[in-house]
């Protein structure tokens, strides 16, 4: 075979086994032809270093490619006959144009030598590596770039339109984008020029594009879509592009498949010994529901034992840095570990070591932390640390753990917290101070009732205020939930005026209301007649404004927590809530229709439970995963009522239980954990059965242990 053809063929099969995720064997296929003596033309070798360097920064060999790179760019400035050697070829080669071509071939490998050994050098800098900023216009492959993605974009336009005409002006077959085999081989077209010309950088946004477009795509058969997820999620993983990688890994963990999560799981793991990425971070956090004891065990002392360069630990740190996703990791991973000691004495004493890393980064760790699994010589340790030091830098974390602690009932760490709160309280403490009691710590909190209720009054006349004006703010605690929960649990303690006015001020946005609305609906029987009556007898007044590019907008104007509180009030007909349901069902906000699932329940009381059901079934078909989960959560509602809905309910959970990802099983557990096994046992028998099969089929390890405790009746 003719050492050119050896090398044209090495260069497919080089790009192959990227493909295949075996770069390792793509440098050895270069590195084979390039030394076999072949005879090979110049732009064959400098086409073999370019590929060489192309899959070393594939593995993070950046030295190395930026050897081969330099190579090749040695090798084509020593080339000084090359109009020579193009009139030569076009003799042997009897093709019109040959010159030309080589040419053309000649400009592309000395760009993508040229551009990736500027990115090379970026990338290998000791202190902080990263990307070199190249303009997109500087690749000769722009102009075919260009031409191929203006296809695929007219083609999607042209399909999209009259899809959507078809479908809402004639009577017509449902139908998918008619020329999606075009689309995709135009994407395949622009992938396999780029990893031809060897460019990195359009190599990773060829990917990019094509990962995107094959997990868009929906297949019926369901191997195909498998294949067409694992794929897609490859692209991205190999792309570069760690947003749109963390896009599907989330997309993946909430609606499967789970086996390709898996997948993408064990590669993480398997690097966390090497350089471990924000990408394989992200990937660990969303794929710790699907490990073992063991292997979360084992994952959670890699991560605390690495040892990372400054640049990845630093604030901010950009396409590096990996402060913050490793943190959220193993706050994922905490609720999956075995060995909570080891990890709460790891916290401490990087605490105490004073690293890099600050004390607000182990936030999410410590208030995720099953306390009761933590024993008692562990937390009397947290005590003494926190008791003698005292430094305003750990603020966050004493008031984190100390609230952990008092929650087992831990009287020393009851001690140490009300010692924190001398003087006036700010609103987050009176919020810590709520949520002791509904733990069954009222005592905090009733010894500075005075005080607690005159910091929640003042911001509630605050908050009023700074609506009538305009003003919103962001985040930070509900005084008006707070207000109303002292209200209902200590009625001589009451400040339900406040909570009234707040609730019918018309400029107070819905993130304010909703909250204490659905708050009072779940309590409704321990709200006052006088106080029901007054919010229910102008329903208009509960409405908040609509306040765009700031807060979810519904777009319906529907509320959920309205519409439960108002339900249970008679504040509105069976008519009206019938239609406002309605609406939050079809709203295009998907936290409406996971509001309209959890209205299910109460609508039922109004509507029927045979009727409602049907919008049950509705909202599990939706196309989130987040509404799907609401509504799994409300069939064991169902199953525990008479008539036919029950027994369709038993089954749906049943499907839910055995659902890809995770939202949806869930949501499933959770409506079992809230209403209980059904009283017809019949029913429960048959639940039984599917949480039997769940106990053991289950990808998600804790729902094979939550399925298991409910058949052992914990």
Known sequence: MPAEIRAVAGLFLTISYADMDRS????????????????????????????????????????????????ALELLDGTTDFPEYCAKAAQEIKVSNVSDVFRRVETL?????????????????????????IQPDQTPNRGLRDQLLAGVTSTYIKELF????????????PQTIGRENAVLRDLHALWLCS????????????????????????????????????????????????????????LMREEGPLRVLKKELMLALGRLS?????????????????????????????????QFPAYQTTVGGGWFSTREPMWNAIAALSSEISDRDSLSAALREKLSDG?????????????????????????????????????AEIGEVRDTVLYGLVKQGDRRALELF?????????????????????????????????????????????????????????????EGLIAAIISVDFPNMAVWSEVSALLRHRKVPSHKKDPILGFLARKFENVPESVRMELSQDPTALQSPQISGLFPVSTSGASGPRLRFLTKAKGVSASEALAEFTRLVRDAEVLQRVEAARSTPVLAEVLGSDFTFGFVLTLLSDR???????????????????????????NAIGDCLAADGVAVPFGALRGIQRYGLPEDRELADRLRNYLARASQDSLVTRVRAISLDFLQGN
């Not at 050994?117 to 590596?129: A, I, W």
């Not at 350089?275 to 969303?286: D, L, Q, Y």
């Open 24 to 71: 390792e064997e793509a440098v050895s296929v270069c590195k084979y032809l390039r030394e076999e003596n072949l005879a090979l033309p110049v732009l064959a070798s400098v086409a073999l270093h370019v590929q060489q360097g192309l899959r070393e920064a594939e593995l993070g060999e950046y030295a190395a490619a930026r050897e081969s790179c330099a190579r």
């Open 109 to 133: 490998l000395r760009a993508a030598a040229s551009r990736n050994s500027t990115l090379l050098d970026s990338m290998v800098r000791v202190t902080e590596p990263g990307f070199a900023k």
């Open 355 to 391: 690293e890099s890393i600050t004390a607000h980064s182990m936030l999410p760790v410590l208030s995720r932390l099953d306390w009761r699994r933590v024993s008692l010589d562990e937390r009397n340790s947290w005590i003494d640390y926190l008791s003698e030091n005292v430094s």
């Open 195 to 250: 990893h031809l010309s060897g460019d990195w950088i359009d190599t990773l946004s060829a990917s990019e594009i094509l990962g995107r477009e094959w997990l868009m795509r929906e297949e019926e058969d369901r191997d195909t879509a498998l294949w067409l997820n694992e794929q897609g999620v490859r692209l991205l993983r190999t792309s570069g592009s760690s947003k749109a990688y963390e896009q599907a890994i989330r």
């Open 624 to 650: 989130s995963a987040l509404p799907r989960a609401e509504a799994a959560e409300a069939l064991a509602y169902f199953a525990n009522l008479t008539g036919d809905s029950a027994s369709h309910a038993v």
């Open 418 to 478: 009300e010692a924190s709160l001398s003087g006036e309280p700010d609103l987050g403490q009176v919020a810590t101070l709520t949520d002791l009691h509904q733990i069954g710590f009222s005592d905090p909190l009733l010894k500075r009732a005075v005080v607690v209720l005159d910091v929640c009054k003042r911001a509630i006349s605050k908050t009023m205020e700074e609506a009538s004006h305009g003003a919103y703010s962001f985040g930070g605690e509900n």
């Open 274 to 306: 090497g350089s471990p990425s924000k990408a394989g971070f992200e990937v660990i956090r969303a794929g710790a529901p699907l490990l073992t004891q063991g292997e979360a065990d084992s994952a959670c002392s890699s991560i605390l034992a690495h």
């Open 162 to 173: 009259e899809r959507e005409v078809r479908d809402r002006a004639y009577f017509s077959r």
